[in-house]
């Protein structure tokens, strides 16, 4: 078991290491991608992924989420924000183009 573990960590090391680099060298300046296009993606979905991508940066609302037990209440709060019918257009009067 602590073998196919190691082989495993050992895997995904070496992926970690390679993709990104595979990435930049199929999308030459299409977009941001690399390590954080795939942190952006991964930790707060699709959307925020495109968007960083696309040249947008993620909010800070978007950040706090990855802070244990605190990032339920920013959840909570964009929750709130979109029952209001808040769309991206309104967040980016209200926050800028740079994020929205």
Do not use: Q
């Amino acid at each position: 078991m602590k073998k196919w573990m190691a082989g495993l960590m050992v895997a995904l090391f070496v992926l970690m290491a390679v993709a990104p680099a595979a990435d930049a060298a199929a999308s030459k300046g299409k977009g941001r991608g690399g390590f954080m296009g795939f942190i952006a993606g991964c930790c707060f979905g699709i959307r925020a992924g495109n968007a960083y991508n696309d040249g947008k940066e993620l909010h800070f609302r978007e950040w706090c989420t990855l802070i244990p037990y605190v990032g339920i209440v920013f959840n909570i709060w964009s929750g709130i924000d979109c029952s209001k019918g808040m769309t991206t257009s309104d967040l980016s009067a209200k926050y800028g183009a740079t994020y929205y």
